[in-house]
């Protein structure tokens, strides 16, 4: 069982940045698709950015522009850089772990709090 524990949230202002972090209890970017989510209040959780074995990126069209995804395979940590973040962008933010070997399976962190506040 992969584990993933998410840090890095807190309290930023309008205009603020963060860096999320998400370390993993073993090195799987070889054969998984490293993805963050959010949820926020009274919403659906909604898929944010993901990086592929490939190092291929892609971001949802709320955060192009503004989010970085990367990753440390030397530290088993994804990161999501968030820059001129906007109180939208409030959220519980969770990293999860697709395996596209079998077993096809998900993991997810725990999530990490976001809040964007003047």
């Known amino acids: 069982q992969v584990q993933l524990v998410e840090s890095g949230g807190g309290l930023v202002q309008p205009g603020g940045s963060l860096r999320l972090s998400c370390v993993t209890s073993?090195?799987?970017?070889?054969?998984?698709?490293m993805n963050w989510y959010r949820q926020a209040p009274g919403k659906a959780r909604e898929w944010v950015s993901i990086?592929?074995?490939?190092?291929?990126?892609g971001y949802a069209d709320s955060v192009k522009g503004r989010f970085t995804i990367s990753r440390d395979s030397a530290k088993n940590t994804v990161y999501l850089q968030m820059n001129n973040l906007s109180p939208d962008d409030t959220a519980i933010y969770y990293c999860?772990?697709?395996?596209?070997?079998?077993?096809?399976?998900?993991?997810w962190g725990q999530g990490t709090q976001v809040t964007v506040q003047g």
């Open positions: 999860s772990a697709r395996r596209l070997q079998p077993p096809i399976v998900v993991y």
């Open positions: 073993e090195n799987i970017f070889s054969i998984a698709d």
């Open positions: 990086i592929t074995p490939r190092d291929d990126t």
